[in-house]
């Protein structure tokens, strides 16, 4: 119980770092710490005590396994987290081309 | 990149490759699967970009190339979906699914794994270029420090030729 | 044959790079095709309907194991609001995209956009509409940056921020949801949730869904990136914006998640009343001191998604009908406001309504449209904004909601001056410079804003059989709610 509420912290500061910091670059840093509290998150809801990762083996007979569900949509998670870092960058990248500059604050020309 | 590093890569990359594509084609068996051999993969050409530089990494494999292999990837996975079709449902696994823990088993999960690879290799492949094609924009009367608020690339980061 | 209406649009996505490299005008003719088939099949889908439900089971795995699709009346509408629009989208953008340099890349993006949005309302599996909702917000951020000017890539850093703290607030309630009741399908989901309640972890749940997609459709407070980021994106785009990715990705995926999986009470009730509430005054009122076009049918597009959030929070069956019906026509209306404003940049180059003037006698098909759908979003009888307005007013009334009925009137009052206003200036006045180079805009734009219009008229005219044939069916399995379970299961 305790391992998801401090994955809810850690999604917390994510949040809070995405939306409260002023540079971009943290921006970004942000967003990719909130996605790997989720993911952490969904993990941790297949986790099963005293179970074994859920690979078959032709030696033997396992009778418990995690939850392999959440990590196949975890993996799923994480590339759509990857294709969103990737836009959120080149983004970046280009408004630093035309603004000169990575501050929030100066990048307000769209106003009312 | 100094010559220990350049001679180093050459060998380093083949292996690379070697075992991203052991990943893809165990996907099945063991964990790992497309998107994470295509990830190797790509990173083994960003390997040849970061020993030798941009232009000897696009002599091996154009932009232009990399753009119709990533195509290739997603239509080979459309099209073995739609194989499915002929079996009733879309999707559906139709090949024969042979013994337990061998290779060349459960159907079409191994043509998806490899269209996969296809499309992330390159993808994450023209990623890069894209991101690297970038300048920081260096003027003559304009300098780092003269942001007043400090948040700004440090000196550090330029690069591209002096005017 | 459901999956073909996710086949089509990623096939065509996969297949224009390499058609742009061969021909030049190769991809348009390959997204055409792509967008008029998806209509033709929308059509068919309400043939389709006629003889009962219908499931569809992606490769042969039977629910709760497997992913399946599903076509039911509320899909239906929403089929042929995203391919209508999509469709007419696309045939606009043959000329339009004249003034971007690379249509290869626009017309994959759209294409992909197109994809998801066809998924997320036919995918009968809670995380399969994630995937697609996220395909969809992908490709609308890289569309809102298309221009790759400066304005248009800080409005799309805004909504990229924005949309991706929505997805991450949708993605922990899907997780929550998933550790209480191990299944993914949402009739099962549903029935679970029946068996074993857990009134706490469904409320927090609620609260998490809500948020998320309230923040994704432009529901005050979480409006924010809406004004940035219509305006900013190419005119096409910002009708597919604001006419299709808001309903869908919000109002639709919200009516899906509470009614039909955890159910609908007062409390959930009363949120989207007050939501919508605040939505349709604020927004009308941010919207009054405008003087950029498309700014302003972005604040106005935030006061009509309240109009809808308001007639389905109300929950009864004339609210939801109403409330449907309002989403049908403000797709229509919308989306041809946006493609007039587009025709009116692409003869003129300026947004602004106070140096336009005088476009009436230069460019006669845009300014009659524009005169259509103004009336249209106004309320004026006959044209289909009127019947949809009445409905959710005399709904308001009917279940006691005296503060919505009244703010409704109020709003379509003030909307309806706003909207003169925009006539008057942009295109009734005296021209300050008589510029004599101001063409009409070319054919195919033309042919996409008149089907529109013609659209808005024919519905507003013959409503009543439209009503039953599709706004019905829709209601009727919003107001089935978790009764759904029992028509996908047969349980």
Sequence with gaps: MSLYVLCFILFAIGIYCLLVKKNLVKKVVGLGIAEYAINLFFILLGYRPGAEAPILDPNRVITDFVDPLPQALILTSIVIGLGVTALMVAIVVRLYEKYKTFDIDEIRRLRG | MSLIVKRITRITVSLIFLFGVYIVMHGHLTPGGGFAGGVIIALSFIHLVLAFGKEEALKRLKESTVSIVESIGGLMFLGIALLGLFGG??????????????????????????????????????????????????????????????????????????K | MLPIFVIIPLGCAFLMPIAGKLRQGFCQVLANICGLSLLFFSLNSIHWLKSGLKIYYLGGWQPPFGICMVLDGLTVLMLLVVNIIGSMSLLYSVDYIR??????????????????????????????????LEITSIASYSLVAFGTEAEELEAAFKYLVLGSVASSLILLAIGMLLGHVSTLNMADISRSLSNSAAPDLVFYCLALFIAGFALKSGLVPFHAWLADAHPAAPAPMSAMLSGVVIKTMGVYALCRVIFNIIGFNSAVSSVLTWLGIISMAIGVLLAIGQWDFK??????????????????????????????????????FKSLLFLNSGSVEFSTATRRLDKLGGLSSQMPVTSATSLVASLSIAGIPPLCGFWSKLLIIIAAFQANNFIGGWVCIAVAMVTLASFLKVQKYAFNRKAKEVSSNIKEVPFFMLLAMVVLAILCIAIGLWFWPFMELVITPAANVLLEGTNYAKSILGV
């Design chain 3, 99 to 132: 003034k971007f340099t690379s249509p290869a890349f626009y017309y994959t993006l759209f294409c992909l956009l197109l994809a998801g949005l066809n998924g997320m309302v036919i995918s009968g599996d809670l995380f399969n509409l994630f995937v697609f």
């Design chain 2, 89 to 162: 449902y879309f999707f559906l696994n139709i090949l024969a699914k042979g013994k337990p823990f061998h290779l060349f088993s459960s159907g079409i999960i191994i043509l998806c794994n490899i269209a996969i690879f296809l499309k992330v290799g390159a993808g994450l492949f023209a990623i890069f270029i894209a991101l690297a094609v970038f300048r920081m924009p260096v003027s003559d009367n304009e300098e780092a420090g003269s942001n007043p608020k400090g948040i700004g690339p440090e000196d550090t980061f330029k690069r591209g030729p002096k």
């Design chain 3, 295 to 332: 700014r302003l049918l972005a604040y106005h597009s935030i006061s009509q998604i309240g109009y809808v959030v308001f007639g389905i929070g109300l929950g009864t069956p004339l609210g939801i009908a109403g409330g449907l019906f309002h989403l049908f026509n403000h797709s229509l």
